[in-house]
């Protein structure tokens, strides 16, 4: 196994490149911090003859930061707050989450 734990710390630590700050907002549990790196993920989709796009994000959270997302979960990033869907799942390394989000509806 390749050990990518530098490479995780370039990515997730407090100066990382690419990971930002968010609020992880449990069903029933208190808000706490996380570090996680946004992927927008607009998708092409097509049905018959229709074509049309899905929004959403998809979020990357080490696992040492999150024991196990829920559906229905909320995350509150930069301004706005994203509920999990289901299809969360962890990376080949299992080094971090891999979740799919929607805006919340207000």
Not at 9 to 32: M, N, Q, T, V, W
Request: proline share 4%; charged share 30%.
């Amino acid at each position: 196994m390749v050990d990518i734990s530098g490479d995780l710390a370039a990515i997730f630590g407090d100066h990382g490149e690419f990971a930002k700050s968010a609020l992880y907002i449990p069903s029933g549990f208190d808000a706490f911090p996380i570090r996680l790196v946004p992927f927008r993920a607009d998708r092409d989709v097509r049905h018959g003859a229709s074509r049309f796009m899905t929004e959403g994000f998809s979020f990357r959270v080490r696992v040492s930061e999150l024991a196990m997302p829920n559906v229905g979960d909320r995350l509150q990033f930069e301004d706005d707050i994203y509920v999990i869907q289901d299809g969360f799942r962890r990376d080949e390394q299992r080094k971090w989450w891999v979740m799919e989000a929607v805006a919340e509806c207000v």
